[in-house]
C-alpha cells in the first residue's frame, strides 16, 4: 500500500466516523499535549565522561490541535488531530534532534467521566537530525501507518489519560518498532 493510499484509508476511516454523527453534533476544538515512550532505540550516543543515552522511536513530547465531534447521545466521540512530535540528546559540541508530525483519528466510546477508543496514526515528515559533532546524523524517515488505543478520564473540558502507539518505522530499508505507551493531555474548548 503506497503512502497516499494510506493517507485516503485514513482520510475515509475519519470521515466514516464523522458520519456516525448526527446533524444535532457537538463540534469543538481541541488542544492536546503529552508524552510518549519506548520503542526500539534509533540512535545512542557516548558522552565524552563515559555516560550514555539514546533516543528511542516513540520517545517524545507532543503538541497539537484539532476537532472532536461527539454525537447527540454524547455516547461516540470523533477526535482528529494533528500534532508536532520531538525528542532531543543535547550536550555540548552538538545535539540530535527526533522530530515528526503524527495525524491522529480516534472514536471514543464514552461514559460520564471516562472515554475509551482505537483509531489510526499517520506520521509524517519524520527525521533525525544532528548537529555539531552529530552533524552526520541526517536521517529522512519514510511515512508511517499505525494504530492508537486510548483511555481519558474527563474532568469537565479536560481529558487526562494513557494512550498506546502501535506504528513501524522504516528508513535506508531497515524497519524499527515504534511500540510504545504515554500519557496524555486535551483540552476542549
Given at each position: ?8 484509508s485514513a482520510a ?5 466516523a ?7 453534533a ?11 515512550a519506548?520503542?526500539?532505540?534509533i540512535?545512542t550516543?557516548t558522552?565524552?565522561?563515559g555516560?550514555?543515552?539514546s533516543?528511542?522511536t516513540?520517545e517524545?513530547?507532543y503538541?497539537?490541535a484539532?476537532?472532536?465531534v ?6 461516540i466521540e470523533?477526535l482528529g488531530?494533528?500534532s508536532y ?13 527526533w522530530?515528526?508530525?503524527p ?8 461514559m460520564q467521566?471516562?472515554?475509551a ?6 506520521v ?24 492508537l488505543?486510548?483511555?481519558d478520564?474527563?474532568l469537565?473540558k479536560?481529558?487526562?489519560?494513557v ?8 528508513a ?8 510504545g ?9
Amino acid at each position: 500500500m503506497t503512502a497516499s493510499m494510506r493517507v485516503r484509508s485514513a482520510a475515509a476511516w475519519a470521515l466514516a466516523a464523522l458520519a456516525t454523527a448526527s446533524h444535532a453534533a457537538e463540534v469543538r476544538p481541541v488542544a492536546v499535549a503529552g508524552y510518549d515512550a519506548g520503542g526500539d532505540k534509533i540512535v545512542t550516543v557516548t558522552f565524552t565522561s563515559g555516560q550514555t543515552d539514546s533516543l528511542r522511536t516513540n520517545e517524545g513530547l507532543y503538541l497539537g490541535a484539532g476537532i472532536s465531534v461527539i454525537n447527540d447521545d454524547k455516547n461516540i466521540e470523533f477526535l482528529g488531530t494533528v500534532s508536532y512530535k520531538f525528542a532531543s540528546l543535547h550536550a555540548s559540541n552538538g545535539d540530535i534532534d527526533w522530530t515528526r508530525i503524527p495525524l491522529g483519528a480516534l472514536l471514543f466510546y464514552r461514559m460520564q467521566s471516562f472515554r475509551a477508543g482505537a483509531g489510526l496514526t499517520y506520521v509524517t515528515s519524520s527525521k533525525l537530525s544532528g548537529s555539531g559533532v552529530a552533524a552526520g546524523v541526517n536521517t529522512k524517515v519514510d511515512d508511517a501507518l499505525g494504530f492508537l488505543i486510548q483511555a481519558d478520564y474527563l474532568l469537565g473540558k479536560v481529558a487526562i489519560g494513557v494512550r498506546g502507539t502501535f506504528v513501524d518505522y522504516k528508513a535506508n530499508g531497515l524497519t524499527a518498532k515504534g511500540s510504545g505507551v504515554g500519557v496524555t493531555l486535551g483540552f476542549t474548548f
